[in-house]
């Protein structure tokens, strides 16, 4: 592993370069290192998760501390607009201020000049404080994250389902907390085509959290299932997040997710999400364009 960090620098600057982003070996590395936690957590509930290693302890403890944050920074009461609280400014430079120092405590010491490589995808993962937005985008930087604090040996492959039903879900509440309270724009919408306005990965690995059990994906809609289940489960997580927000017939306004509950088996539905990630998310040039590489994650080919 080499010791020679960088400040990650965006490269994905047109069109143009979406074949070398998909030639490189950040693109595979980060596609394989989704799917790879898709897999640990087949047939797994969040409560099946034992004790947690003292790195995703530290983990925990930086996502409460931003979380905190929110506290410091209410809502601006005088913004009338339907999106975009800019109190929101407030904790993203919060977090942009703190980054560094935060994962210099959660590094060891041998590894604190990763901090300012690192510190580029956590400060990116939580959405746009110039736009006030958030989207997959967003998400994947922190993806990225995860997968840098994997190669330099800080998470280890025993941690992937921690990663997944511990530190994933609680990012994920996180964002939820900063969306319903600052009223985040979701970014780069499809509207009622799109799977969420503002997460797709919760889907994702829900979908296999559901492989081998006896809950069909139309039981998915099902309110009493998610009422009971819905802290058990990314995806019935993600469906109550939905229906807090939005009004009207589910079938409207999610219509992605209300087909996919027609599809017989989970494993077919994990398998769609699969490769709608990889041409939806990875694969389009509006969401990918503000991810930034170094040397953790390099732009050069595969």
């Known amino acids: 592993m080499t010791s020679t960090y960088q400040t990650p620098q965006r490269q994905i600057l047109d069109p143009k370069d979406m074949s070398k982003w998909l030639a490189s070996s950040a693109y595979s590395e980060i596609l394989s290192f989704v799917e790879q936690l898709s897999q640990s957590v087949q047939g797994r509930q969040v409560s099946s998760v034992g004790s947690l290693s003292p790195q995703v302890e530290g983990i925990v ?8 944050w929110i506290n410091k920074y209410p809502p601006d009461m005088t913004s009338s607009s339907r999106f975009g609280n800019k109190s929101f400014r407030s904790w993203e430079a919060e977090l942009q201020q703190q980054a560094e120092q935060l994962l210099r405590e959660l590094l060891p010491v041998e590894r604190h000049d990763a901090a300012s490589e690192l510190a580029s995808y956590l400060v990116a993962a939580f959405g746009n404080a110039t736009r006030i937005d958030y989207g997959s985008g967003h998400e994947l930087s922190f993806v990225m994250w995860l997968l840098c604090l994997c190669k330099l040996g ?29 009223k985040l724009e979701p970014a780069g919408s499809h509207g009622v085509w799109g799977l969420d306005d503002y997460q797709f990965l919760p ?78 998310v990875l694969g389009k040039f509006p969401v990918v364009q503000h991810l930034v590489f170094g040397s953790l994650l390099s732009f050069s080919s595969a």
């Not at 403890?61 to 979380?67: D, H, I, K, T």
């Not at 019935?236 to 997040?241: K, M, N, P, V």
């Open 203 to 280: 889907f994702y690995f829900g979908s296999a959290q559901f492989i081998g059990s006896e809950t069909t994906p139309a039981a998915s809609l099902d309110k009493g299932l998610i009422d009971r289940e819905g802290d058990e489960y990314l995806y019935l997580q993600g469906i109550r997040f939905i229906s807090e927000m939005k009004r009207g017939p589910f079938f409207e306004h999610s219509r992605q997710l209300y087909d996919i509950s027609g599809v017989p088996r989970w494993e077919k539905v994990n398998q769609g999400l699969g490769k709608m990630y990889k041409a939806e």
């Open 61 to 68: 403890r930086l996502l409460s501390q931003a979380e905190s």
């Open 154 to 182: 800080f998470l280890e492959p025993s941690d992937s389902v921690a990663i997944v039903l511990t530190v994933f879900r609680q990012y994920i509440q996180l964002c939820q907390q900063l969306q319903r309270i600052y």
